[in-house]
């Protein structure tokens, strides 16, 4: 399991290469945690950063299997740090996703049609070749990284629960690290891509299926066993939110804040508008605002 402790650890790490994301007031008693504005686009950079800087890399370098967002995260961070990387995305990969892993100097090998099939592949890739690999989501250090955003969050407003978009669990993980002690964690999850919800209501990680708007973000057909054991100990609310109403979600995002996030970013927030989550009178909510690396062109309508 990853700790407080390990979260501390990870920031001091990981001190001076991400940056400290804003807080924007969204309303009476909410906010929203811009961490969109992170390097490379989403808040996988810090937990991929503390992963590569917490082990030893050889000569062959890094393999990272992606959705897109933690691919980006690996080849800013190897990029950074000096290290090749090879990253492993499906071919429904977002093209904006796939271009700016190209700009950010990684090798793109686009791997069957979901998340699950190029992670196989990348595994495959890792062991023929020696570089390491790099888990997009199931790795302490990777949480650890990630559970620095609620120390911070921690240091820039009071706040009663957070919200978050859940895909494979590294964020959610990372928060209840962090931040379970003092605050609500409430875990969203679009009705077509429900890991964590489907293992906590059998017990135990299970396969499900994967489709919907969201699905190129939060897209993991299992959840991971560390964001599995650390939510069911932490009993999290876990709610799901339907397509319709994440579409809504990024839509009022620009119309009303000029917040141009993905679809799975904007999950968290329609757990808000859709009544998924409904506060209590005073609950003072932060609404964490994940990754942006999209396609602004449709917001324009």
Not at 96 to 121: D, I, N, S
Not at 222 to 234: K, Q
Request: glycine share 12%; aromatic share 4%; hydrophobic share 50%.
């Amino acid at each position: 399991m990853v700790d407080l402790a390990d979260v501390r650890a990870a920031a001091k790490r990981i001190d001076g290469r991400v940056r400290r994301t804003p807080v924007l007031a969204a309303g009476p008693d909410r906010w929203f945690k811009l961490e969109f504005t992170q390097h490379a686009g989403s808040f996988k950079t810090r937990g991929m950063m503390n992963q590569i800087l917490a082990g030893e890399v050889s000569a062959a370098g890094l393999i990272a299997a992606s959705g897109g967002n933690a691919g980006l995260a690996a080849a800013y961070a190897a990029r950074e740090l000096g290290h090749q990387v090879e990253v492993f995305v499906p071919v429904t990969a977002p093209a904006v996703k796939v271009a700016k892993l190209g700009k950010l100097g990684a090798r793109v090998v686009q791997e069957g049609g979901e998340y699950a099939e190029a992670y196989a592949a990348a595994v495959v890739r890792a062991a023929e070749t020696g570089a390491r690999f790099c888990h997009a989501y199931d790795d302490p250090a990777m949480v650890a990284g990630n559970g620095t955003i609620g120390l911070e969050l921690q240091e820039q407003v009071d706040f009663d629960t957070v919200l978050v978009a859940v895909g494979g669990g590294g964020l959610v993980a990372g928060l209840i690290a962090a931040v379970s002690r003092n605050a609500r964690i409430v875990a969203v999850e679009p009705v077509g891509a429900r890991a964590l919800y489907a293992a906590l209501e059998a017990g135990e990680p299970v396969d499900v299926g994967v489709g919907g708007v969201a699905a190129d973000s939060l897209g993991a057909r299992r959840i991971g066993d560390i964001a599995f054991g650390l939510a069911r100990t932490a009993k999290i609310d876990s709610v799901l939110v339907d397509d319709a109403a994440i579409v809504e979600a990024r839509r009022r995002l620009w119309d009303e804040h000029r917040l141009v996030v993905e679809h799975g970013t904007a999950a968290a927030q329609a757990a808000l508008i859709s009544g998924a989550y409904r506060p209590e009178p005073g609950e003072r909510v932060v609404v964490l605002l994940c990754g942006a690396n999209t396609d602004p062109a449709d917001l324009a309508t």
